[in-house]
């Protein structure tokens, strides 16, 4: 019999099915992957032939193919073994190594998830219910200027915001929902576009759920958190549906009690055609609010004014809410075409109250603001992947288009009083911006060489309405930028792979800045080359490592209380990173993540040309149990480096070394949990600035760090209850 193409499904027990399982047939060497619908179509096979099956995490399976009939397979799940992973059958690495990091050690809260991408920092300096600051690869990316952020393939990260460009607050996320983090360095992705210079991730949810469940937490500073996950369908063929309810609430640490919560309500529902078709509905709405102590300045902790954990204004704080509605199809087209489209509506709100500088530009009234926006985001994504067979070079084809239009009311920067006094306007108007883009990859599959050119495109809409000035008027810009991408892989062996990555990336600046600046400087460009690899040299140990270069046109440094983004000039940064996954025994995994980078200004002279807050040197590193005699956890510790705090280096950003430790024990339904953040209570700062201040009481202006001190030793108990 003539060799053909055969098609199949691979699923779990549960009847779901399988992404980027491997189908490799033994006697013609053919191989394919499964989709997100978990369908596979594998070529140069017949009757006869033997399918060898497999997926980290699930028993690998061998099936003789009897008929020219779909083909469904179930795949049972098991305890995840590295020394069963392949690197050459895998398609995306370290995307597979994040989903044995989500597995071995789960996420427990919000901050959690963004710790999951290796190498990326976060702090917090406003209490809980404000965006948290990012580091990744020598960038202080503050909340997302430099890191494109999604869930669901739906933005997370907020164009001209009040507060700041790309504001990503991922507060709406439980993270119990999370299945998987696909993220990736550097801008060298056609589908992705602003924002993507340092890096992108998007977090998917679950598409069901194994069981329903409780859950409820308590420790200190009067923390509380409760979750509930229940399944709607049970053991409803082609159908899931589920939903999720998160409320927490704590005062933290410090002498004025943050008086923060949040309440957090998640839906999901999924329906799987006949012809192997997804259309997925998940719905949202997220709301918080919170008081904060702010940034303190050192000298006052100094001279014992005031602790640490005190306040010189601590009248700040705010209320910020989202809810999402988001609708997406995976289409299967013919054998080798198939359709992802999604599109999202979102309703934002936010409101937040600081004071930078006390009483530097205020000596009466004092210098806090208060920067409010309500927004409406609507938008789509598409992608074709269509594959086609030149002999037998491989030919994966891929191409789409986007839009995202944000509406933007009285977006806002005002001088207040105590929170509730209205001193003066600063800005004040609407916005309306809007970025549709069109992308293009081919991916040429030569065996063990791989080459991906891709090229996208972007054109924006930028539209501002100054409601402060006396007579109406519409200013407006447009911008277009082009982004070429070049990847290529190249398998040395089953288990390593060598990669070279290359393209330019960008993100976009404010709309009132643009308009400000008469449409210069709107789009600056990122330059971006990484050379790495991903090698197995042993059966349970994964090394991933990169050399990488990136040029930026421009930085923009936000400047928070003058409501302005100030250009800084050209920069480039260089480094490295080096990733660790080993697996000591059945139950016992080790990792590591470590990052050095060099950051400089390009314009400025030696000795004055540091980027403030960019750090030099991260580490990540824990130790974790899996399901060992009912037992799972770990103990992770976090390293920052000294940093410059401005741009001669002569203010320095401490570092500090946390450790956090969890604990859980599984009896029959239910599981008793510990954790302890900052088990070593140490003394560290989350976020640190350079800032020139004035206190009431002081003549002179003072340039210092200004902090937020890090949480002290936290302990906190959980019991969960699943049904």
Same mark, same amino acid.
Request: charged content about 20%; overall charge negative; cysteine-free.
């Given at each position: ?7 199949? *499904? ?7 099915? *399988? ?17 997100? $619908? ?18 980290? @995490? ?16 179930? &795949? ?32 427990? !809260?919000?901050?959690? $998830?963004?710790?999951?991408? #290796? ?9 809980? +219910? ?5 580091? &990744? ?12 952020? !999604? ?7 907020? %164009?001209?915001?009040?507060? @700041? ?27 992705? @576009? ?79 055609? #006949? ?25 006052? %902790? ?47 709100? /936010? ?14 009234? +004092? ?72 992308? %293009? ?21 930028? &539209? ?23 990847? $290529? ?16 990336? =960008? ?15 709107? *789009? ?18 994964? $090394? ?33 990173? /080096? ?10 995994? /080790? ?41 799972? +956890? ?78 002290? =030793? ?8 699943? /049904?």
């Amino acid at each position: 019999m003539s060799a053909q193409s055969i098609k199949g *499904l691979v699923i779990n027990s549960y009847s779901q099915p *399988l992404e980027s399982a491997y189908v490799f047939n033994q006697n013609s060497s053919a191989h394919a992957h499964t989709s997100e $619908i978990g369908v596979f179509v594998i070529s140069n096979s017949k009757i006869g032939d033997t399918l060898r099956v497999g997926l980290l @995490g699930y028993e690998t399976l061998e099936i003789v193919i009897k008929s020219n009939d779909n083909q469904t397979i179930v &795949l049972k799940e098991k305890a995840f073994e590295l020394d069963e992973l392949v690197i050459q059958e895998e398609l995306n690495t370290v995307s597979t190594v994040s989903r044995l990091d989500l597995n071995v050690s789960p996420v427990n !809260s919000s901050q959690d $998830i963004l710790r999951k991408v #290796p190498g990326l920092f976060i702090g917090q300096h406003a209490g809980g +219910g404000k965006a948290e600051q990012i580091f &990744l690869r020598g960038f202080d990316i503050d909340h997302g200027t430099d890191i494109s952020i !999604s869930v669901d393939d739906m933005p997370v990260n907020m %164009v001209s915001h009040a507060h @700041g460009q790309g504001y990503s607050d991922l507060h709406f996320v439980i993270p119990e929902t999370i299945n998987n983090i696909d993220f990736g360095k550097g801008g060298y992705y056609a589908n992705k @576009g602003d924002f993507n210079t340092a890096g992108y991730v998007n977090f998917k949810t679950k598409d069901y759920l194994k069981e329903s469940s409780v859950s409820f937490s308590a420790g200190q500073f009067n923390t509380l958190r409760t979750v509930g996950l229940f399944d709607l369908l049970q053991n409803k063929k082609n159908q899931n549906a589920y939903i999720a309810l998160e409320y927490i609430e704590t005062d933290g640490p410090f002498e004025s009690p943050q008086n923060f919560n949040r309440i957090n309500l998640f839906g999901k529902y999924v329906l799987r055609t #006949p012809n192997n078709s997804k259309i997925t509905l998940t719905s949202s709405h997220f709301t918080s609010r919170w008081d904060a102590s702010g940034q303190i300045p050192n000298r006052e %902790v100094i001279n014992g004014n005031i602790s640490r954990f005190g306040a010189i204004d601590d009248t700040e704080g705010g209320t910020t809410e989202r809810t999402n509605f988001n609708v997406a199809l995976n289409k299967y087209l013919d054998d080798n075409t198939t359709l992802k489209a999604n599109t999202f509506y979102s309703h934002y709100a /936010f409101e937040l109250y600081s004071n930078f500088t006390f009483f530097l530009e205020d000596p009466i009234n +004092g210098d806090q603001i208060r920067q409010k926006e309500n927004r409406n985001i609507f938008g789509l994504n598409t992608s074709i992947n269509h594959r086609k067979y030149f002999g037998e070079t491989e030919l994966n084809l891929k191409a789409g288009i986007g839009l995202r239009h944000d509406d933007v009311d009285d977006i806002e920067l005002s001088k207040t009083r105590n929170r509730t006094e209205t001193l003066q306007n600063i800005q004040f108007g609407d916005i309306n911006q809007t970025n549709a883009n069109a992308f %293009v990859s081919a991916e040429f599959d030569f065996g063990d060489l791989s080459i991906v050119p891709a090229l996208r495109l972007d054109y924006f809409k930028f &539209l501002y309405n100054d409601n402060l000035q006396q007579h109406f008027e519409t200013q407006s810009e447009t911008k277009t930028i082009l982004s070429p991408k070049l990847n $290529i892989y190249y398998n040395a062996n089953s288990n390593l792979q060598l990669y070279s990555k290359s393209g330019i990336g =960008f993100h976009s600046n404010d709309t009132r800045v643009v308009i400000a600046n008469n449409g210069k400087e709107i *789009l600056p460009k990122s330059y971006g080359t990484d050379l790495g690899l991903v090698w197995k040299p042993i059966p349970k140990l994964v $090394i991933n490592s990169a050399l990488w270069y990136l040029f930026l046109e421009q930085e923009f440094v936000y400047v928070g209380d003058a409501g302005i983004v100030e250009p800084s000039g050209e920069t480039e940064r260089l480094g490295g990173d /080096f990733g660790i996954r080993y697996q000591l025994n059945d139950y016992l995994f /080790f990792d590591t993540d470590a990052t050095y980078t060099k950051a400089r200004s390009i314009d400025a002279p030696n000795g004055q040309n540091f980027i403030p807050l960019a750090p030099d040197f991260t580490l990540t590193t824990g130790l974790s149990i899996d399901n060992y005699h009912g037992f799972s +956890g770990g103990l992770r510790l976090r390293y920052l480096d000294d940093r410059p705090a401005n741009e001669d280096n002569s203010i320095v950003a401490k570092g500090y070394t946390v450790a956090d430790f969890n604990i859980n024990y599984k009896w029959n339904a239910i599981t008793l949990g510990l954790s302890i953040e900052n088990l070593f209570d140490v003394e560290w700062n989350e976020t640190q600035f350079a800032t020139v201040s004035r206190l009431q009481n002081e003549i002179q202006s003072i340039e210092e760090i200004h902090f937020t001190p890090g949480t002290p =030793f936290f302990i906190k108990g959980q019991i969960t209850y699943n /049904f």
